[in-house]
């Protein structure tokens, strides 16, 4: 069994990999980076890296299913409040509990998106997003937010159009700074995704 001081050590090896990985993306892209990159970014050997990971593609992985492992612990978490905001009659000018977590977390972690989402990242990342997004707000779980028997248009464009929005909006917010809140980006995407954009533009009361 490891000693504290061990798991401490793992802990923050595994911080400096990560780190240097999502430096190394930012400046060469994914595709070129190599684990002699890594290991010289982050000043560890290769036996090191070797001992938690298999090679890049195990590294990027990884951190990309522990991103969105968390992202359904918090979907899952909120889901009943934002079932019950949507009973309401009136129309959603408060963000979701749902979505101010989700961009607080996107706000800790904004390197990391940044990096995987943009053009040096890696490509595959956006389609398992979307599968994922598709999985938690639309599978056949009994535990999705939507139900597929209720829908009022087929599902497939539904979660394109969803998905596509909302990652599009993630994006921005991160290529631009993040200059809004986490909790005034919520705002925004709670009021476009349930009024609708037309809502949102003024042109729709």
Known sequence: MLDSNTDLRII???????????ELIDEKGFK????????????INRGTFYAHYQDKFDLMTKYEEEIMLEMSRIAKQNFPAVIA??????PTLEPFTLAVSIFEYF???????????????????Q???????????FGNDPNALIKVENLLVPGQYLAS?????????????????RKESPQEMARILSTITVNGPFFAAGLKK
Do not use: C
Not at 32 to 43: L, S, Y
Not at 161 to 176: K, N, P, R, T
């Open 12 to 22: 923050r090896t595994k911080e400096s990999i990560r780190n240097a990985l999502v």
């Open 161 to 177: 159009y969803v998905v596509s929005a909302h990652i599009g909006v993630i994006q921005q917010w991160l290529d631009s700074g």
């Open 85 to 90: 905001a949507l009973g309401t009659d009136s």
């Open 107 to 125: 706000n800790e972690n904004s390197g990391f998106m940044k990096a995987v989402l943009g053009p040096k990242g890696d490509l595959s990342f």
């Open 127 to 137: 389609t398992r997003l979307k599968d994922f997004m598709w999985k938690t707000l």
């Open 32 to 43: 070129a980076i190599t684990v002699k990159d890594i290991t010289t970014r982050a000043k």
